[in-house]
């Protein structure tokens, strides 16, 4: 079983997101978790907006996202807390965001395999059926070594 599954959601949000300066200027939240899964919201905030006159949030802001959803889901399926990094991300935008929505992602971790992990996510505005977009990627799991 994942230790972070057993983590109360505060401690999540701290540990997860609250230690990593860009997932807290995009004031993401853990909203949902499961052992392979895990759910972030980024609200709409306007210094996040990357044209002025559709209001649509920037698809980097997006980008950040749903790596950042992709890596933690990874820790859902682990024993214990790795660090991972990413080695390869495609994010395919279906459709432009909407002024004032916040944005979700999902993402579930599909393989583990060594010290390599597949994900997929979905980021939307609420219905998953209307997704902004859809990603898969492929991270490195590695391990921490204590210093000697």
Known sequence: MSAILD???AKFQTYFIESVPQYRALKLRAVGRGVGYLAYD??????????????????FAITTLIDAVCATAIQ??????????TLDLRVDFMRKSRRGMDISCEAECLRLDGDTAIVRAVA?????????????????????????
Do not use: N, Q
Request: glycine share 8%; aromatic share 6%.
């Open 7 to 9: 983590m109360p959601l």
């Open 42 to 59: 980024m609200p709409y905030a306007e210094s996040l907006v990357g044209d002025p006159v559709t209001g649509e949030i920037h698809e």
């Open 76 to 85: 859902t399926r682990l024993d214990r807390s790795f660090r991972t990094a």
């Open 124 to 148: 939307h505005e609420g219905d998953k059926g209307d997704p902004l977009a859809i990603s898969t990627g492929s991270f490195a799991i590695i391990a921490v070594r204590p210093r000697s």
